[in-house]
């Protein structure tokens, strides 16, 4: 947003357009520059159904120059509702715009804080603390990265320290960057004025220095006068002059004042005379006394007779015409022009012989014709007295005066030049002249530039004008001019909203740059970035982190004009930033697996890398099972093998290795003839059995039925028709590899299936070594009851008597199995005896300890289940079966619930 909202304001408004129920909870960051008179900035959240709107405030507020708000909030929209954001801004000044930047984010919301003395142009004076506050519009878990508190307390460079915050959630990630900036040092300023007394125009330069921000203004008074910036002071009237200085730096530290005295003095000195006689050596002595109301500390100068020297006092001890010159120099270096006079030195008595009245001699004094010292105070001037002739004369020493003033052509001819002035300096400074003369501007070449007045308006662009300038020696009112003079006048300064109105791009940075390229600026004025909307991709400082897919990013610019530190801002201006190119090793870092080869595959799937990229086998650690072709050999057994991959980016050739990857090549599948071979048996069916259990094959293996000797009794489809007597039948079985529908036979294999058999026990009441309770439950099939040997506990047995010999194939006992208790030396015997004493069969025998006296047995102990314990065997010719048992792990009685007794009621 960024527009002239002036007098009745101005309003955007962004919208779309819901497509489904949904609360809309988001975060949103308002910021801009709103300048100045009366601004102000509103924003709101809607919701429009059925032309209705619903408003939200989310910010309203006077706002003066930089501004930044924030918060959380939400939306409930329905499919097709109208939802959005409005933004007004209005101000009373019509020169000055509004600019804003409106973020709404599902992401984290990041603000900051900052707190310490606050200089200018976003400097700080004082140890800077810098504090987040990171809210989410999801209220998920955060994960925060930079957003720890902090204090900058040394100072920096002109570009500071950024710090960042980050954060991520459920609703995305943001990130906030601030640049901080602290100088907390004064400027330092020095002076080249001159020590002591000049009789010169003085020009005092002003260097300042400043180590942080930088020196933003120096600022000087003469003589406690109006302070005025600058760097030089001119000054040329005689006099004393104090001159105080100081500066400020860009962040707002002002330097303790700095003086310095300048001394000018273009007066020479005024020596006056007075003649000295001594009374008793009657010598002549001339008294010099020099005067100087300015610089003081004059010397003076005097030549006798061709012999020069210094001093206040000239002795003349010789009679006759002496010729003395005199003059004085101050400490400014002004001479005073030499005085030339002579002197008659004559005693009385010798070069004439006459006396003077009293009166004479006073009137004679008066007009300072001649100066007779009454030497012993007779009052009558005699040869006892001196007579002193004091007479001036025409300069003798032309050495020693000073020299004639120039003519106005001659300091006419010696300006060849003028200073040129700066930028924007709206009068020319004129050559300086001697005392004695003025001098003006004659003509200019471009009066629109450079008036006669010496008026200057700055031109659009750098002019150079012809100046011709005027001297005039006042004592004589005699004028000449100068030749032509070239001066520049450089192009007047734009302001800073000038420069920022003509920035409407910036370059677009290549693929993976770090930093953006600031547009340029004239000299003389500065840039930086003021806000972007995706700190995250281009940050304050102009870093720039590569996004995963391109992204257009708003930046607005800050223009500076460093002679007043005016700042202006730029329009939105829109970069596109290009997705990152990720690189070969970005793509080998990928790569930590690759797809495991199946049994007998021929060759390795390579893993998949992006569209520009190609990728091989850079090396194996068995080329014997894997080589650098991808060819597999399958080995005998799984084999491990190390590949290392190369990835090659073909935009530039580069490439990069992956970490070793182990890959399990499986074993080489055995042919159908192998698997056939190993075939030799197959498990015999149990009595009653419909169906046959085919030998297990391999995985990848099938096996059928090839042929049946008898398909009466074992058809090819394996169903089993129980005859009525043992049967032998010869099997040949059918092995099929899948992988490829190989086949192979395995040899005849011969089957015995036994006869139809069913429960012969059923309804025989049993007979016990000791009497139990309801011994007809053992074999009444109901499996809820049970008959108990109490009180007859411990070891015992129960009988059953087939009523004939039978072919017997299975046994299946019940004890109690209401828990998963173990009965102890359970023994399952066959015999055609009825007491056992021959032809006896045990056909199961967890005794392992012969506690029963019926040999050892070797089977094991097992928990009791409603399944029972079923115990098959080889047909057994037998009458009679009997069951042992010596309590449980529970307890010393012998609970059993059922027998079953399984064979062939044909009599064998």
């Known amino acids: 947003m960024d527009d002239n909202a002036v007098w009745n304001g101005q309003t955007w408004e962004f919208k779309t357009t819901a497509t489904e129920a949904a609360e809309i909870r988001y975060s949103w960051d308002y910021s801009g520059h709103h300048a100045w008179f009366m601004a102000v900035s509103r924003v709101t959240a809607f919701v429009e159904r059925g032309g209705v709107r619903t408003t939200t405030v989310l910010f309203d507020q006077t706002v003066i120059g930089p501004f930044q708000a924030g918060g959380i909030s939400s939306l409930q929209v329905e499919p097709g509702d109208l939802y959005g954001f409005v933004i007004f801004g209005d101000n009373f000044d019509s020169t000055s715009i509004l600019t804003g930047v409106l973020s709404v984010y599902t992401s984290p919301l990041i603000q900051f804080s900052v707190t310490g003395t606050q200089g200018s142009n976003g400097w700080y004076t004082s140890d800077a603390s810098l504090s987040w506050t990171v809210t989410d519009p999801a209220s998920g878990e955060l994960t925060l990265a930079g957003c720890d508190s902090s204090t900058l307390t040394s100072d920096t460079s002109a570009e500071g320290i950024t710090y960042t915050c980050s954060a991520t959630s459920a609703g995305g990630t943001s990130a906030k960057s601030i640049v901080l900036k602290r100088d907390t040092a004064d400027p330092v300023t020095t002076d080249n004025a001159p020590s002591g007394w000049v009789n010169t125009d003085v020009v005092v330069e002003l260097t300042a220095i400043d180590d942080g921000s930088g020196v933003a203004s120096t600022n000087y008074s003469v003589n406690d006068g109006v302070a005025q910036a600058g760097v030089a002071v001119s000054l040329h009237e005689e006099g004393v002059y104090e001159l105080t200085y100081w500066s400020e730096d860009a962040a707002g530290n002002t330097?303790?004042?700095?003086?310095?005295?300048?001394?000018?003095?273009?007066?020479?000195?005024?020596?006056?005379?007075?003649?000295?006689?001594?009374?008793?050596?009657?010598?002549?002595?001339?008294?010099?006394?020099?005067?100087?109301?300015?610089?003081?500390?004059?010397?003076?100068?005097?030549?006798?007779?061709?012999?020069?020297?210094?001093?206040?006092?000239?002795?003349?001890?010789?009679?006759?015409?002496?010729?003395?010159?005199?003059?004085?120099?101050?400490?400014?270096?002004?001479?005073?022009?030499?005085?030339?006079?002579?002197?008659?030195?004559?005693?009385?008595?010798?070069?004439?012989?006459?006396?003077?009245?009293?009166?004479?001699?006073?009137?004679?004094?008066?007009?300072?014709?001649?100066?007779?010292?009454?030497?012993?105070?007779?009052?009558?001037?005699?040869?006892?007295?001196?007579?002193?002739?004091?007479?001036?004369?025409?300069?003798?020493?032309?050495?020693?005066?000073?020299?004639?003033?120039?003519?106005?052509?001659?300091?006419?001819?010696?300006?060849?030049?003028?200073?040129?002035?700066?930028?924007?300096?709206?009068?020319?400074?004129?050559?300086?002249?001697?005392?004695?003369?003025?001098?003006?501007?004659?003509?200019?070449?471009?009066?629109?530039?450079?008036?006669?007045?010496?008026?200057?308006?700055?031109?659009?662009?750098?002019?150079?004008?012809?100046?011709?300038?005027?001297?005039?020696?006042?004592?004589?009112?005699?004028?000449?001019?100068?030749?032509?003079?070239?001066?520049?006048?450089?192009?007047?300064s734009r302001t800073a909203a000038e420069i920022a109105a003509g920035i409407t791009s910036v370059t677009a940075p290549a693929a993976d740059e770090t930093s953006l390229f600031l547009p340029t600026v004239p000299e003389g004025y500065t840039i930086e970035i003021y806000d972007t909307s995706h700190l995250e991709i281009i940050g304050i400082d102009g870093t720039i982190v590569p996004p995963t897919e391109a992204t257009i990013v708003d930046i607005i610019f800050a223009v500076t004009r460093t002679s007043d530190n005016a700042t202006a801002y730029t329009n939105v201006i829109s970069v596109t930033v290009p997705a990152h190119v990720v690189t070969a090793a970005e793509v080998a870092a990928g790569i930590m697996s690759v797809p495991?080869?199946?049994?007998?595959?021929?060759?390795?799937?390579?893993?998949?890398?992006?569209?520009?990229?190609?990728?091989?086998?850079?090396?194996?650690?068995?080329?014997?099972?894997?080589?650098?072709?991808?060819?597999?050999?399958?080995?005998?057994?799984?084999?491990?093998?190390?590949?290392?991959?190369?990835?090659?980016?073909?935009?530039?050739?580069?490439?990069?290795?992956?970490?070793?990857?182990?890959?399990?090549?499986?074993?080489?599948?055995?042919?159908?003839?192998?698997?056939?071979?190993?075939?030799?048996?197959?498990?015999?069916?149990?009595?009653?059995?419909?169906?046959?259990?085919?030998?297990?094959?391999?995985?990848?293996?099938?096996?059928?039925?090839?042929?049946?000797?008898?398909?009466?009794?074992?058809?090819?489809?394996?169903?089993?028709?129980?005859?009525?007597?043992?049967?032998?039948?010869?099997?040949?079985?059918?092995?099929?590899?899948?992988?490829?529908?190989t086949t192979a036979n395995t040899v005849a294999i011969v089957v015995t299936v036994s006869p139809a058999t069913s429960n012969l026990a059923a309804g025989i009441l049993p007979t016990t070594s000791m009497p139990f309770q309801n011994p007809f439950r053992m074999t009444d099939g109901d499996l809820s009851q049970w008959s108990d040997s109490s009180p007859n506990n411990g070891l015992q047995w129960v009988q059953l008597d087939l009523g004939a010999g039978k072919t017997?194939?299975?046994?299946?006992?019940?004890?109690?199995?209401?828990?998963?208790?173990?009965?102890?030396?359970?023994?399952?015997?066959?015999?055609?005896?009825?007491?056992?004493?021959?032809g006896v069969t045990t056909v199961f025998n967890n005794d392992a300890d012969n506690t029963a006296g019926q040999g050892a047995g070797t089977d094991a102990e097992y928990p009791e289940s409603s399944a029972g314990k079923s115990v098959t065997f080889g047909p057994v010719n037998a009458r009679y079966v009997r069951i042992w048992s010596n309590g449980s792990s529970s307890n010393v009685a012998n609970h059993i619930v059922e027998i079953e007794v399984y064979g062939s009621a044909v009599p064998s």
């Open 255 to 492: 330097e303790a004042q700095n003086t310095a005295t300048i001394m000018i003095d273009r007066t020479a000195p005024v020596t006056t005379r007075s003649v000295v006689v001594d009374n008793t050596t009657k010598h002549v002595a001339i008294a010099l006394n020099a005067s100087d109301s300015g610089a003081g500390g004059a010397t003076t100068h005097y030549v006798v007779d061709g012999i020069s020297g210094t001093g206040s006092s000239i002795l003349l001890n010789k009679q006759g015409v002496r010729s003395i010159s005199y003059w004085s120099v101050d400490a400014a270096g002004n001479v005073e022009p030499s005085i030339d006079i002579q002197i008659l030195v004559d005693v009385l008595g010798i070069g004439r012989d006459q006396a003077f009245a009293i009166g004479d001699i006073v009137d004679r004094i008066a007009n300072e014709t001649s100066e007779p010292q009454d030497m012993n105070g007779d009052s009558v001037f005699d040869r006892e007295d001196v007579y002193i002739m004091l007479t001036e004369i025409t300069p003798s020493h032309p050495e020693i005066a000073p020299p004639p003033a120039p003519t106005a052509a001659e300091i006419a001819a010696g300006i060849t030049s003028v200073t040129a002035p700066s930028a924007d300096e709206t009068s020319l400074t004129l050559p300086i002249v001697p005392d004695g003369y003025t001098i003006e501007i004659s003509s200019s070449g471009n009066e629109e530039v450079v008036g006669t007045n010496g008026a200057i308006i700055p031109p659009e662009e750098d002019t150079v004008v012809d100046v011709v300038f005027t001297v005039t020696k006042i004592l004589d009112n005699t004028s000449a001019n100068t030749d032509n003079i070239a001066v520049t006048i450089p192009a007047r």
């Open 596 to 741: 495991a080869p199946a049994a007998d595959e021929t060759s390795l799937t390579l893993p998949t890398v992006p569209d520009g990229f190609t990728i091989e086998i850079y090396s194996s650690s068995d080329e014997g099972v894997i080589g650098t072709d991808g060819t597999i050999v399958p080995p005998t057994a799984a084999t491990n093998v190390d590949i290392v991959f190369t990835v090659t980016r073909t935009s530039d050739d580069s490439t990069a290795n992956t970490v070793a990857i182990s890959v399990t090549v499986p074993a080489r599948l055995p042919t159908a003839a192998e698997v056939a071979a190993g075939i030799t048996s197959v498990t015999a069916p149990s009595s009653g059995a419909t169906s046959l259990t085919l030998p297990a094959v391999p995985s990848g293996y099938t096996i059928e039925i090839f042929s049946s000797s008898d398909i009466g009794v074992i058809g090819t489809n394996g169903a089993i028709a129980p005859p009525t007597v043992e049967t032998d039948v010869t099997l040949v079985f059918k092995i099929t590899r899948t992988s490829d529908n």
């Open 808 to 838: 017997l194939y299975e046994v299946k006992l019940w004890h109690y199995y209401g828990d998963p208790r173990m009965y102890r030396d359970v023994i399952i015997q066959l015999s055609d005896s009825a007491d056992f004493s021959s």
